[in-house]
């Protein structure tokens, strides 16, 4: 198995929108990569998409021209699987959010992988034991989440499946630890893992007081980002907790869980939106209304405006640990 430093080579099967990105960030570590997909077109747009985030890293001063340069040509891109893998230490399978079409994708592997590549999966709560049952190797496979976008969000969660090897875990989380992310060791395969877990629990107060007309989406989002959303890049939620103290914290719950939302179906705002077809800003409607805009244009001002953010993320002593 190859030790952090001797992680080299990275090869990124699906292309769309957390393979290219994931591209980018193997590549702008210093990382040859090979992007995988099976639909070509999709591939030709992953190298405009790169670029045009690139030239939003430079516009921001995260990297220079010859930096960004460098990147680019560090991806190449491929429809061969065996071509892609050959020869890469570290493989993450970023495809759609199917277990079938995942746990086909990882038998593929056993044939084509080197031997002692670590093979990893972008799921985003798709149990990592039931995708690594499909290989000859499952003590070779992790579990790696991302968030988009990948090349900014620091947060790569490493969950261990079942039969995860020690060795691989650690392995992993140092490799982004020495890449300049934030990894979290998750150390048990369950749905949702960590972030996707509490981010779902809060989309779907928030659908539920959409849909009860409590308040508006515009006023939602703005309580979000000026309350609670404004602190958490600092404090988390248990060291609020301690500071806000855990009797008012017990205290709160008396009074306010019994009227939260426990439903386990979707809310009837989201499930109609779904059936009309209004995505969000990928079809020009979701919650709000995107039609006048171009989406590359806000993706490029939301990138500006986390790279702004991830500067104070850096500067901040962010392994400051309350005493235990």
């Given at each position: 198995?190859?030790?952090?430093?001797?992680?080299?080579?990275?090869?990124v099967?699906?292309?769309?929108?957390?393979?290219?990105?994931?591209?980018?960030?193997?590549?702008?570590?210093g990382?040859?990569v090979?992007?995988?997909?099976?639909?070509?077109?999709?591939?030709?747009?992953?190298?405009?998409?790169?670029?045009?985030?690139?030239?939003?890293?430079?516009?921001a001063?995260?990297?220079?021209?010859?930096e960004?340069?460098?990147?680019?040509?560090?991806?190449?891109?491929?429809t061969?699987?065996?071509?892609?893998?050959?020869?890469?230490?570290?493989?993450?399978?970023?495809?759609?959010?199917?277990?079938?079409?995942?746990?086909?994708?990882?038998?593929n592997?056993?044939?084509?992988?080197?031997?002692?590549?670590?093979l990893?999966?972008?799921?985003?709560?798709?149990?990592?034991?039931?995708?690594?049952?499909?290989?000859?190797?499952p003590?070779?496979?992790?579990?790696?989440?991302?968030?988009?976008?990948?090349?900014?969000?620091?947060?790569?969660?490493?969950?261990?499946?079942?039969?995860?090897?020690?060795?691989?875990?650690?392995?992993?989380?140092?490799?982004?630890d020495?890449?300049?992310?934030?990894?979290?060791r998750?150390?048990?395969?369950?749905?949702?893992?960590i972030?996707?877990?509490?981010?779902?629990?809060?989309?779907?107060?928030?659908?539920?007081?959409?849909?009860?007309?409590?308040?508006?989406?515009?006023?939602?989002?703005?309580?979000?980002?000026?309350?609670?959303?404004?602190?958490?890049?600092?404090?988390?939620?248990?060291?609020?907790?301690?500071?806000?103290?855990?009797?008012?914290?017990?205290?709160?719950?008396?009074?306010?869980l019994?009227?939260?939302?426990?439903?386990?179906?979707?809310?009837?705002?989201?499930?109609?939106?779904?059936?009309?077809g209004?995505?969000?800003?990928?079809?020009?409607?979701?919650v709000?209304?995107?039609?006048?805009?171009?989406?590359?244009?806000?993706?490029?001002?939301?990138?500006?405006?986390?790279?702004?953010?991830?500067?104070?993320?850096?500067?901040?002593?962010?392994?400051?640990?309350?005493?235990?």
């Open positions: 198995m190859n030790s952090p430093d001797g992680i080299d080579t990275a090869a099967l699906g292309s769309g929108v957390m393979g290219h990105g994931i591209a980018l960030a193997f590549a702008l570590d990382h040859p090979a992007l995988y997909d099976v639909n070509e077109d999709l591939l030709a747009e992953s190298e405009d998409r790169v670029r045009s985030v690139l030239d939003t890293l430079v516009s001063g995260e990297v220079d021209a010859d960004a340069d460098a990147a680019a040509d560090r991806i190449t891109r491929t061969s699987l065996p071509d892609a893998v050959d020869g890469a230490d570290f493989v993450t399978e970023a495809v759609v959010e199917d277990l079938d079409i995942k746990r086909e994708v990882f038998a592997l056993d044939d084509h992988a080197e031997a002692d590549a670590i990893a999966t972008n799921t985003s709560g798709l149990s990592i034991t039931e995708i690594a049952a499909a290989t000859d190797r003590e070779q496979v992790v579990g790696t989440h991302w968030f988009n976008p990948p090349y900014v969000v620091p947060l790569v969660e490493v969950i261990r499946g079942e039969e995860t090897a020690d060795e691989v875990v650690e392995t992993t989380y140092d490799f982004f020495e890449m300049g992310k934030t990894p979290v998750v150390e048990k395969d369950i749905p949702g893992f972030g996707n877990r509490i981010q779902m629990a809060m989309i779907y107060e928030a659908f539920s007081l959409l849909d009860r007309g409590v308040a508006s989406a515009e006023a939602i989002d703005r309580a979000v980002k000026a309350g609670f959303g404004f602190r958490l890049p600092l404090l988390g939620i248990f060291e609020k907790v301690d500071h806000s103290g855990l009797d008012v914290e017990h205290e709160v719950e008396e009074y306010l019994p009227d939260l939302d426990r439903g386990t179906e979707s809310k009837d705002v989201l499930s109609e939106a779904v059936e009309n209004d995505y969000g800003l990928k079809t020009g409607k979701g709000y209304d995107w039609s006048d805009v171009d989406p590359d244009d806000i993706y490029d001002q939301r990138d500006e405006a986390l790279l702004a953010i991830l500067d104070l993320y850096d500067s901040m002593d962010m392994e400051r640990t309350p005493r235990k």
